[in-house]
């Protein structure tokens, strides 16, 4: 083996898109053989299996989550095979070249910027002074040849995804339609590149219909922004659905306030579960966005992200960024109130990082920012955030994680947000002192607990109706937990008699009514896919009514039938009348 192209992803399910792209480009000179690995691996065993191949050069795509173990790994190989040759390419490496080849002593190449036609000409050519967009030693000196022109054509890099086989099958697999962004964020990297550039429409249909048909788990777009051309992305779009994969889902960076009437009427109808929208909104705070260079209409991204809601069809992933400009730690929370409104699937809190070639880091002194200047350079604080801040934010992002996104908790966490907290940022940071006095950051804690720690933490605030709120938790318990019965700690019973739960599945009329898939099922199987609960007070008209009605005590029958969905993992239904029914 001549070259190796090798990488650390973070999970075992992820396949590194960058790799392929190099292996095809020179596939015509040099037989490419790439190994991935992930960060997990035990470094001197990965060293160890790259040692054994004998490469003659091996080069490694670098990121801030895998640059750390990329060089130690590369300081053993070179140790023990001083006759290798070690390539480094990537965005982590693409910026501080001389610096990194002074105090890596062992690294002996660096691709900056795109990587494609400067690799091939290293496979090639004896000068290397001629080829733009490296860095390399020679001898004791290090030289930074001109930058590289993109290329302009990117349909002439030949794709990855012509012919493949089982490699990527049940895989989380990488794709780009297009390179380049219309926005100039001043936290992205993104920004250093100018206008986009696309892939041929034909060529990215065929690629998609060679993934659906290997049977990958997930498509992730890289596209910075997937919907920056209405028609190009459309038409990906359909194609999609025309093919209607199953067990696959696609995920795509869109750009909320871009998508105009008539793409949400194209949204509506499309598969449950097939599409996954990530919306970047960063902050609501027109100071903070002015200050980043980006543009964003949020009453505009705001209408669309509830439309879209309302279909119950696309799940919603919008992310907020702590550290940025002229944001303190409360206006930050007014950014989160407002992004929680409007109740996506997904909240993401993430931290800002001054990247390396990202405009912000250029102002980090001005802006009063404090970090570690080691991957992944996460801010510890700044003029407008404090390192409480931070940690007490962290705090708060875990606790969206645990009792927010996925919805396991629905309907407790609104019951309290309606009558206890006008701000849901005050709830989480009120849960999140909880959980710091109580000592629960430093336990791990099963699905089961997090409900019950929701109860203590109830019980101790001593809010009232505990009663309507213990019905709700394990209303939400249920709607969540196929199969599983109620732990003992809700206390109030345990579903509903058996014998009267046969002869209710067996009623022609709520079959008909509700069941009509099930009715040509036995009612022992029947059982297997529902539950009965029966609970004391009318859930239905407390959540109707928003969660602000003082229910009376008034015994409701609650059938729960659970779905594959991907966002509708159940459905709920009052059966009381149907239960009445047989009894009179």
């Known amino acids: ?265 194209f949204f509506k109808d499309i598969k449950e579960g097939l599409f996954q929208f990530e919306i970047g909104v960063q902050s609501t705070n027109p100071k903070t966005i002015e200050a980043i260079g980006r543009n964003t209409d949020f009453e505009r991204l705001a209408k669309v992200t509830r439309t879209i809601r309302q279909s119950k069809n696309i799940h919603q992933h919008l992310d907020l960024i702590a550290g940025l400009p002229y944001e303190d730690y409360h206006r930050f929370g007014v950014s989160f109130d407002h992004i929680f409104q409007l109740r996506p699937e997904k909240i993401q809190l993430g931290f800002l990082k001054l990247l390396k070639g990202s405009a912000l880091r250029n102002l980090r002194e001005e802006y009063g920012y404090g970090l570690i200047d080691k991957a992944p350079y996460e801010v510890m604080k700044s003029k407008w955030i404090s390192y409480d801040d931070v940690i007490a934010l962290k705090g708060i992002e875990e606790l969206v994680e645990k009792y927010y996104n996925e919805e396991y908790f629905k309907h407790s966490i609104e019951y309290i947000l309606q009558n206890q907290f006008p701000s849901p940022f005050r709830f989480f940071e009120d849960l999140m002192k909880f959980w710091k006095e109580q000592g629960l950051y430093d336990l791990s804690h099963s699905k089961d607990r997090l409900y019950e720690i929701l109860m203590d933490y109830y019980k101790k605030q001593s809010y009232d109706q505990f009663e309507i709120f213990i019905e709700l938790l394990a209303f939400d318990y249920l709607q969540n937990n196929k199969g599983k019965p109620l732990p003992e700690y809700f206390n109030i019973g345990n579903g509903f008699d058996m014998t009267r739960s046969h002869e209710l599945l067996k009623s022609k009329a709520l079959l008909s009514e509700i069941l009509p898939e099930y009715m040509d099922i036995t009612t022992k199987k029947l059982l297997k896919k529902v539950k009965i609960q029966e609970f004391k007070h009318d859930l239905y008209e407390i959540i109707n009514s928003g969660y602000r009605k003082k229910s009376n005590k008034q015994k409701t029958l609650v059938l729960f039938n659970y779905k594959d969905g991907v966002l509708e993992r159940c459905k709920t239904y009052n059966i009381s009348s149907y239960a009445e029914e047989l009894t009179e």
């Open 1 to 265: 083996m001549s070259v190796i192209l090798t990488t650390l992803n973070s999970k075992f399910i992820h396949s590194n898109l960058a790799l392929r792209y190099l292996r095809e480009y020179v596939k015509d000179i040099e037989d490419i053989q790439i190994e991935e690995y992930t960060i997990n691996q035990n470094l001197g065993d990965i060293a160890s299996k790259i040692y054994e191949l004998k490469p003659k050069l091996v080069g490694f795509s670098t990121y801030i989550w895998n640059i750390d173990e990329t060089l130690e790994i590369c300081e053993r190989l070179k140790l023990v095979s001083p006759q290798t040759k070690i390539l480094l390419g990537g965005p982590e490496v693409s910026y501080d070249m001389e610096e990194l080849l002074t105090s890596h002593p062992y690294i002996d190449y660096i691709v900056y910027g795109e990587g494609e036609e400067t690799f091939r000409e290293l496979l090639i050519k004896k000068n290397l002074e001629s080829i733009e967009g490296l860095a390399f030693r020679e001898g004791d000196k290090i030289l930074i040849n001109s930058p590289r022109t993109l290329i302009k054509d990117i349909n002439s890099i030949p794709s990855p995804y012509e012919s493949i086989g089982d490699e990527f099958k049940n895989k989380i697999v990488y794709y780009e339609s297009s390179r380049g962004c219309p926005f100039n964020c001043a936290f992205c990297l993104s920004s250093t590149i100018r206008g986009v550039r696309y892939m041929n429409l034909d060529r990215v249909k065929r690629d998609l219909d060679n993934l659906i048909d290997v049977g990958v788990k997930q498509v992730k777009f890289v596209d910075r922004t997937f919907n920056a051309n209405k028609d190009f992305s459309q038409a990906i779009m359909s194609h999609i659905i025309e093919r209607n994969p199953v067990g696959i889902n696609f995920h795509f960076e869109v750009t909320a306030h871009l998508i105009d009437n008539e793409q949400l009427e």
